[in-house]
């Protein structure tokens, strides 16, 4: 029974995380690059602004603690694993392509950002409450829609966020204690238990916080472990030496024409090199999947083009940075081309440079998902407020410790592939609201020039203008 239930789950993702969702997705990102104007070249001017810590306007965390959420949720095991899953399926050529995802995902991130703060409400306690399920409902005007996408994010927070992600901790530490001989005398099921404790105790302390506790630990978390990571990669990099710009050309080379075979490599269609990037990169940043603009919706901005900026530089920092560094290191070790599956591809390339590489990959992997526990779990509470109420929200915040706890104990292979589909899923009805109202997002964008050019002076009046011109004429009159 357990059995056919694991195999339904999975064909159902497959079936969701399909060409035609791929396709979908990466459209949008076209379509409303062009229809914001190309967004993407004010990039400089919007990771200036996502470092400032200023509080203007309503909301109930900065601009950077809310990115800083975000990237929690969004930077997780697929900037590692995942990236390792493209190139084991589309060889190097798919790590380009991923990074495609990420540049014109930009836009599509930028977007949803913007109507989430455009149509965000004030809850009676004074909080903010927004995200795709409000934009469908008070900017489509179509509340059924926003109580689909709700329920489909209640499922993915649960799954992808929250089981799944705790469960991969304890294979990681697992694997560790078993490499060193740490775990001797200890059963399998004991050390789940005592890390499912830890993890649980650990969730518990940020979480039953709220909001502002999420943001405040996450604003310190994330920027550690981004730069630890982007340092560590680094490091490997030099470790490589000329390997690098060999990695970097074939990644070049080989994203647009078939992969032959190689070593252990099977080899892949040009269909197969394009899929296997845009599937995963677009599954690493979230761009247009609706998570990330449900916290951009609690920042504190003056402006909806503001807090836009800021939450597109998620997309740029998790694709176009941490997931490129992970694709040259990987191609790099040449361990792509040996037949290995993506979990043992990633240990080896790390593992090349003893000690300090394992060390690199352990304290990333166990930051990312612990970052991804803490975000997801803001998705999820967001989501279940919108169907059931305030009243829900510290209950749920009980269930999802337990569940992490369960997470780490529990085989759960049925809830990731039901998670993963429910995520998927997530995306249809956010897409129909972006591209529907594509006219807002660009008149929003027009309306607010100072946003993006950091010009705030206000425009000469001609009344001025003309005072000045006189006074001039009158300076240049020779004196009688």
């Given at each position: 029974m357990l059995e056919s239930l694991n195999k339904a789950a999975a064909d159902f993702s497959s079936l969701v995380w399909s060409s035609w969702l791929i396709a979908l997705l990466f459209g949008t990102h076209l379509f409303l690059t062009v229809r914001t104007g190309f967004i993407q070249k004010h990039l400089v001017r919007a990771i200036k602004i996502s470092f400032s810590m200023e509080k203007e306007g309503?909301?109930?965390?900065?601009?950077?603690?809310?990115?800083?959420?975000?990237?929690?949720?969004?930077?997780?095991?697929?900037?590692?694993?995942?990236?390792?899953?493209?190139?084991?399926?589309?060889?190097?050529?798919?790590?380009?392509?991923?990074?495609?995802?990420?540049?014109?995902?930009?836009?599509?991130?930028?977007?949803?950002?913007?109507?989430?703060?455009?149509?965000?409400?004030?809850?009676?306690?004074?909080?903010?409450?927004?995200?795709?399920?409000?934009?469908?409902?008070?900017?489509?005007?179509?509340?059924?829609?926003?109580?689909?996408?709700?329920?489909?994010?209640?499922?993915?927070?649960?799954?992808?966020?929250?089981?799944?992600?705790?469960?991969?901790?304890?294979?990681?530490?697992?694997?560790?204690?078993?490499?060193?001989?740490?775990?001797?005398?200890?059963?399998?099921?004991?050390?789940?238990?005592?890390?499912?404790?830890?993890?649980?105790?650990?969730?518990?302390?940020?979480?039953?916080?709220?909001?502002?506790?999420?943001?405040?630990?996450?604003?310190?978390?994330?920027?550690?472990?981004?730069?630890?990571?982007?340092?560590?990669?680094?490091?490997?990099?030099?470790?490589?030496?000329?390997?690098?710009?060999?990695?970097?050309?074939?990644?070049?080379?080989?994203?647009?024409?078939?992969?032959?075979?190689?070593?252990?490599?099977?080899?892949?269609a040009f269909k197969q090199i394009a899929q296997a990037g845009i599937a995963r990169g677009l599954f690493s940043n979230e761009s247009g999947l609706g998570s990330a603009p449900i916290i951009a919706a609690a920042a504190q901005t003056r402006n909806p083009v503001r807090q836009a900026l800021v939450s597109s530089t998620g997309t740029f920092w998790d694709t176009v940075v941490i997931c490129m560094l992970t694709g040259i290191v990987l191609v790099a070790s040449g361990h792509w081309n040996e037949g290995l599956g993506k979990a043992v591809m990633t240990q080896a390339a790390f593992g090349d440079l003893h000690t300090f590489g394992p060390v690199i990959l352990t304290v990333a992997l166990l930051t990312f998902v612990f970052s991804t526990i803490l975000g997801w779990n803001y998705y999820g509470e967001k989501a279940v407020e919108y169907l059931i109420g305030t009243r829900a929200i510290k209950p749920y915040r009980v269930l999802w410790v337990i569940a992490v706890y369960a997470g780490c104990v529990l085989p759960n292979n049925f809830v990731w592939d039901l998670a993963d589909a429910m995520n998927g899923l997530m995306a249809i009805p956010n897409l129909i609201a972006l591209i529907a109202l594509s006219g807002v997002i660009a008149a929003e964008t027009k309306a607010n020039p100072a946003e993006l050019t950091g010009d705030h002076r206000p425009p000469p009046q001609s009344g001025d203008h003309e005072e000045r011109m006189e006074r001039c004429e009158s300076l240049m009159e020779p004196a009688k």
């Open positions: 309503k909301g109930d965390v900065s601009q950077f603690g809310s990115l800083m959420t975000a990237l929690a949720a969004t930077i997780g095991t697929g900037n590692i694993i995942g990236v390792a899953g493209a190139i084991a399926v589309g060889g190097p050529g798919a790590v380009l392509w991923m990074w495609l995802t990420g540049i014109f995902g930009i836009a599509t991130k930028y977007s949803e950002a913007l109507l989430a703060v455009k149509y965000r409400i004030e809850m009676p306690d004074g909080s903010m409450a927004g995200g795709p399920m409000y934009v469908l409902e008070r900017g489509l005007k179509q509340k059924w829609l926003g109580v689909i996408f709700a329920i489909f994010t209640a499922f993915a927070a649960f799954g992808i966020g929250n089981m799944t992600q705790a469960n991969s901790i304890v294979g990681n530490v697992q694997g560790i204690l078993t490499q060193n001989h740490l775990a001797t005398g200890l059963s399998h099921g004991t050390v789940a238990s005592i890390i499912g404790v830890i993890m649980a105790a650990l969730t518990a302390a940020v979480i039953l916080g709220g909001v502002k506790s999420i943001a405040r630990v996450c604003s310190v978390l994330v920027p550690f472990m981004a730069l630890f990571y982007i340092v560590g990669c680094g490091v490997l990099m030099l470790y490589y030496g000329a390997e690098v710009p060999k990695a970097i050309k074939l990644i070049c080379t080989s994203a647009f024409c078939s992969q032959a075979a190689v070593g252990g490599f099977a080899g892949a």
